[in-house]
């Protein structure tokens, strides 16, 4: 992404969820989407296990991932997975949602990773929120498809900060 002012390549400051431009001083503020991810607009060279087409930079909860634009599914390394998830309910503000019940259908669907082409596993996610998730063991990535993060952030645990 380049700069709308000179035109020179943009940076990502992670923690500060902006672009600036090193040349002229510019800051360009992407625009979070419903789902409380933060799109970025600079495409990888993966594609979307779904849609076939590139995913693009995002944020989320501070935490680098991908994204389809398209059918808005994110990709990431479960390790931050991991740790988005306990910060984000850790810190939520909004009063915890109980979530729809899990569709079974997805337990069916057969995806490829984006990084190495294998069948990514599909299972029930044994945390919060009632989604089937889809991970490469052997990449160790995720994939969740629209909303499903939101989820896990929405439902009600012990682990999930109470409103005041």
């Known amino acids: 992404m380049n700069c ?4 020179a ?3 990502f400051a992670p923690d500060r969820g902006y672009f600036h431009c090193e040349y002229c001083g510019s800051l360009y503020f992407p625009g979070k989407t419903g789902d409380g991810v933060l799109d970025l607009e600079m495409h990888s060279d993966l594609q979307c ?3 076939r087409i590139p995913l693009v930079l995002a944020s ?3 935490t680098q991932v991908l994204r389809c634009q398209r059918c ?3 990709l990431m390394p ?3 997975f991991a740790v988005a998830i306990r910060v984000l309910r850790a810190t939520a503000t909004d009063p915890p949602m109980a979530p729809p019940p899990m569709n079974r ?3 069916h669907r057969r995806i490829e990773c984006p990084h190495c082409g294998r069948t990514m596993d599909t299972h029930p996610y044994a945390g919060p929120g009632n989604i089937v998730i889809d991970n490469c063991p052997h990449c160790r990535v995720n994939w969740l498809d629209y909303c499903e993060f939101q989820r896990i952030v929405d439902a009600p645990g012990r682990d ?3 409103p005041h």
């Open 4 to 7: 709308r002012n000179c035109g």
């Open 60 to 62: 989320v909860g501070g």
């Open 9 to 11: 390549p943009l940076a």
């Open 72 to 74: 808005r599914g994110i």
């Open 160 to 162: 999930r900060r109470l």
């Open 105 to 107: 259908q997805d337990l």
């Open 78 to 80: 479960q390790q931050a």
């Open 49 to 51: 296990p779904v849609c």
